[in-house]
């Protein structure tokens, strides 16, 4: 069956702007629209949507660990309306900072911008402490609650001759990838990205799951319930398909050379 949106399907699309306190009011409102399927992605959108929607079906995407944030029971059988596809966010974190330190091998302090408000972002932090100390790397943490903190995050790591940076994906730093990457390349730091999407706003790397391959395979998910499966039946997947992508373009704006073991790993090289 092939759907034509506006014929036999009808998507009703919400976006909170990276503002988090709306998400629940969002949910609700398509939760009054009677909708069929909800799909969410990340993890503060698909807890939104969990205390509102009841029992309608929920197609989770980019929660790293549904079983821990109690989406799921397990990721072979979820049990209840949640499941979807997840990124491995937190497994991931380690082998980031692991290509960045291999960008910079010389680098001995690091940092890490991050949203302590993000529960999935802690967890996160955790992975990147643990792999910053067995690499015998001083790791500075960078939190930032809102975008008044970014000016003074960045200020915090100048001072602290911070020589490489990773950013951590979450809502707020998102909405402001503009904003962010201005600041990383007025800092001259060779920075690790964990969205793809910062790569069109200058980014220089990134390392993670094709995520357009997974809001592809999130619309099987839907297929299927369409066709009368039910979520708790829906094994939760896992990534199929990782990205490794360099910036030379980024490289050049902060006066940074790409070590060329990097280059010929890269899945795609931005020229």
Same mark, same amino acid.
């Given at each position: 069956? #092939?759907?034509? @949106?506006?014929?036999?399907?009808?998507?009703?699309?919400?976006?909170?702007?990276?503002?988090?306190?709306?998400?629940?009011?969002?949910? &609700?409102?398509?939760?009054?629209?009677?909708? *069929?399927?909800?799909?969410? $992605?990340?993890?503060?959108?698909?807890?939104?949507?969990?205390?509102?929607?009841? /029992?309608?079906?929920?197609?989770?995407?980019?929660?790293?660990?549904?079983?821990?944030?109690?989406?799921?029971?397990?990721?072979?059988?979820? %049990? $209840?309306?949640?499941?979807?596809?997840?990124?491995? %966010?937190? @497994?991931?974190?380690?082998?980031?900072? @692991?290509?960045?330190?291999?960008?910079?091998?010389?680098?001995? !302090?690091?940092?890490?911008?991050?949203?302590? +408000?993000?529960? %999935?972002?802690?967890?996160?932090?955790? @992975?990147?402490? +643990?792999?910053?100390?067995?690499?015998?790397?001083?790791?500075? #943490?960078?939190?930032?609650?809102?975008?008044?903190?970014? =000016?003074?995050?960045?200020?915090?790591? &100048?001072? $602290?001759?911070?020589?490489?940076?990773?950013?951590? %994906?979450?809502?707020?730093?998102? #909405?402001?990838?503009? !904003?962010?990457?201005?600041?990383?390349?007025?800092?001259?730091?060779? &920075?690790?990205? /964990?969205?793809?999407?910062?790569?069109?706003?200058?980014?220089?790397?990134?390392?993670?799951? *094709?995520? +357009?391959?997974?809001?592809?395979?999130? &619309? /099987?998910?839907? =297929?299927?319930?369409?066709? $009368?499966?039910?979520?708790?039946?829906?094994?939760?997947?896992?990534?199929?398909?990782? =990205?490794?992508?360099?910036?030379?373009?980024?490289? =050049?704006?902060?006066?940074?050379?790409?070590?060329?073991?990097?280059?010929?790993?890269?899945?795609?090289?931005? !020229?």
């Amino acid at each position: 069956m #092939s759907y034509v @949106e506006g014929r036999n399907i009808v998507l009703e699309i919400r976006w909170a702007e990276g503002k988090r306190e709306r998400l629940v009011e969002l949910a &609700a409102e398509l939760v009054r629209l009677k909708v *069929d399927i909800i799909v969410t $992605g990340g993890q503060t959108a698909t807890e939104a949507a969990k205390k509102v929607a009841g /029992t309608i079906p929920i197609i989770m995407t980019l929660v790293s660990d549904p079983v821990r944030d109690g989406f799921a029971a397990s990721l072979a059988h979820p %049990g $209840g309306n949640i499941t979807g596809l997840s990124p491995m %966010g937190n @497994e991931l974190a380690g082998k980031r900072l @692991e290509l960045l330190k291999e960008a910079v091998p010389r680098a001995k !302090r690091m940092a890490i911008l991050w949203n302590p +408000a993000n529960p %999935g972002q802690q967890l996160n932090f955790k @992975e990147v402490e +643990a792999t910053a100390a067995a690499f015998k790397l001083m790791l500075r #943490s960078l939190p930032v609650k809102s975008p008044d903190d970014f =000016d003074n995050a960045f200020a915090v790591a &100048a001072k $602290g001759r911070v020589e490489a940076l990773m950013v951590s %994906g979450d809502a707020l730093l998102n #909405s402001h990838r503009s !904003r962010i990457v201005e600041l990383v390349v007025k800092g001259r730091l060779p &920075a690790m990205y /964990t969205e793809p999407e910062w790569m069109s706003d200058g980014g220089l790397m990134y390392y993670g799951p *094709d995520t +357009a391959d997974i809001y592809r395979r999130a &619309a /099987t998910y839907v =297929d299927k319930i369409l066709k $009368g499966a039910k979520a708790a039946d829906i094994p939760v997947e896992r990534p199929i398909r990782f =990205d490794f992508i360099i910036s030379l373009k980024a490289a =050049d704006q902060i006066g940074f050379t790409v070590p060329p073991n990097l280059l010929v790993r890269a899945t795609q090289v931005i !020229r």
